[in-house]
T-cell receptor, first 114, second 112 residues
Framework: AQSVTQPDIHITVSEGASLELRCNYS??????LFWYVQSPGQGLQLLLK??????LVQGIKGFEAEFKRSQSSFNLRKPSVHWSDAAEYFC????????????FGTGTKLQVIP | DAGVTQSPTHLIKTRGQQVTLRCSPK?????VSWYQQALGQGPQFIFQ???????QRGNFPDRFSGHQFPNYSSELNVNALLLGDSALYLC???????????FGPGTRLLVL
């Protein structure tokens, strides 16, 4: 069964600092990987996705993520964090082929301090 | 282009009652999935509807049921509500076999 681990429950960074959120997945074949962001009381917004090809993918709001098959990781990065990036971030995996059941990690809550 | 919409936004029920949540998919989408997100947790897959049929189901009891209408909108029904059913219920839509799902704002259900 597919699973996703986000080891950091809560991260605090200073505005303007760089950010990396960790995500590890478990899946037998090549997964489809996603990062979503959720602001308080809101639904989920898709930041970026990886299906195949270039392992470094660019997303919205200046975010990028790198797929590393050897480490079963799909870490999210941003070079300079803005106060508006404070939110909860979810990594997710979907089985390639078949039905699109999405398995989410438990999330990482990002706090940005001035 | 309207995104995924859900109604109501908030709901308060008491134990044992029944509730119906509604979802309209993004324009052009024909597949609807439902998720339950408990406080402090990631969303958990409940089930998915395509062509008015339940196509896949997560580990949720039969108290959770759904329906998809010919216009692709969907309902989630929960019977015999328990306190533990209190959560944010998210609807997501996609097009056929495409893996990218777009989420609505959710319905927050509180069971007292």
């Amino acid at each position: 069964a597919q699973s996703v681990t986000q080891p950091d429950i809560h991260i605090t960074v200073s505005e303007g600092a760089s950010l990396e959120l960790r995500c590890n997945y478990s899946y037998g074949a090549t997964p489809y990987l996603f990062w979503y962001v959720q602001s308080p009381g809101q639904g989920l917004q898709l930041l970026l996705k990886y299906f195949s090809g270039d392992t470094l993918v660019q997303g919205i709001k200046g975010f990028e993520a790198e797929f590393k098959r050897s480490q079963s990781s799909f870490n999210l990065r941003k070079p300079s964090v803005h106060w508006s990036d404070a939110a909860e971030y979810f990594c997710a995996v979907v089985s390639s082929g078949g039905y699109q059941k999405v398995t989410f990690g438990t999330g990482t809550k990002l706090q940005v301090i001035p | 282009d309207a995104g995924v919409t859900q109604s109501p936004t908030h709901l308060i029920k008491t134990r044992g009652q029944q509730v119906t949540l509604r979802c309209s998919p993004k324009s052009g989408h024909d597949t609807v999935s439902w998720y339950q997100q408990a406080l402090g947790q990631g969303p958990q897959f409940i089930f998915q509807y395509y062509e008015e049929e339940e196509r896949q189901r997560g580990n949720f009891p039969d108290r959770f049921s759904g329906h998809q209408f010919p216009n692709y909108s969907s309902e989630l029904n929960v019977n015999a509500l328990l306190l533990g059913d209190s959560a944010l219920y998210l609807c997501a839509s996609s097009f056929q076999s495409q893996e990218t799902q777009y989420f609505g704002p959710g319905t927050r259900l509180l069971v007292l």
